[in-house]
């Protein structure tokens, strides 16, 4: 088990260099399909240009969709409360994968810390 640990805390380790290594050099952090983007000066949006109309009447009819979508959701006193409580139980599902992801590394860093104390 100690040295699946450590493997996992090398390459956490590696990725965070790398990662620092980027942000430093001006660019974006490598993988997850977002440094394309950001090396040809299109930032983290650039990529949906794409996949908007490109002639005004489209843009036009597009804009008059999201706007009745958006209002009629506006209108609908259930139908917002529904998306409340799933925005709500998202962001307590990410909240709490967060808060679990940082007890690992934390129990990580102290099986690394006792390892090293202990080859001493």
């Known amino acids: 088990m100690a040295k699946k640990t450590k493997k996992a805390l ?6 965070q260099r790398q990662y620092e290594a980027a942000m ?5 952090p490598i993988g997850g399909g977002m440094g394309t983007n950001a090396a040809r000066g299109q930032g983290l949006l650039g990529g949906l240009s794409g996949l908007l109309p490109s002639r005004r009447s489209e843009q036009f ?13 506006l209108s609908d006193e259930e139908l917002r409360g529904k998306i409340v409580k799933s925005g709500l139980k998202l962001y307590g599902n990410l909240a709490g994968g967060l808060a679990e992801m940082k007890e690992q590394m934390a129990d990580l860093q102290a099986e ?6 202990g080859a001493l």
């Open 10 to 15: 090398k390459k956490l380790k590696k990725q």
């Open 61 to 73: 009819l597009v804009g008059l969709l999201v706007g009745a979508a958006a209002a009629y959701v």
């Open 24 to 28: 430093a050099a001006g660019g974006a």
């Open 112 to 117: 690394l810390e006792a390892e090293q104390a």
